[in-house]
């Protein structure tokens, strides 16, 4: 069974950082490109950003570029977000997803896990 928990959300004040992380379990990681996802109340999920299967290269929505970054580490089945400069409109639950494109319209590709809350306010 695929299993994706994701960890360390919370909330931050804006101009902070948070690092997200996503255990993977059940299925071979490695093989896999992952990606990170965010939805906020009342919107559709926003895809954030993207690495493949070696780590080699990535891929980042305009709106985080230059804040946040992606990383693996396949010894260890693990999916990163390092986020930085935090802004409100950063505030969303975020999700990691197996797959390069697992947002296609408003709804979902690929296997998901629960998310982890990121709030970011003063």
């Known amino acids: 069974e695929v299993q994706l928990v994701e960890s360390g959300g919370g909330m931050v004040q804006p101009g902070g950082s948070l690092r997200l992380s996503c255990a993977a379990s059940?299925?071979?990681?490695?093989?896999?490109?992952m990606s990170w996802v965010r939805q906020a109340p009342g919107k559709r999920p926003e895809w954030v950003s993207t690495i493949t299967t070696s780590g080699s290269r990535t891929s980042y929505a305009d709106s985080v570029k230059g804040r946040f970054t992606i990383s693996r580490d396949n010894a260890k089945n693990t999916l990163f977000l390092q986020m930085t400069s935090l802004k409100p409109e950063d505030t969303a639950l975020y999700y990691c997803?197996?797959?390069?494109?697992?947002?296609?319209?408003?709804?979902?590709?690929?296997?998901w896990g629960q998310g982890t809350q990121v709030t970011v306010s003063s």
């Open positions: 059940g299925f071979t990681f490695s093989i896999y490109d």
């Open positions: 997803a197996t797959g390069a494109r697992p947002v296609v319209g408003s709804g979902r590709v690929g296997n």
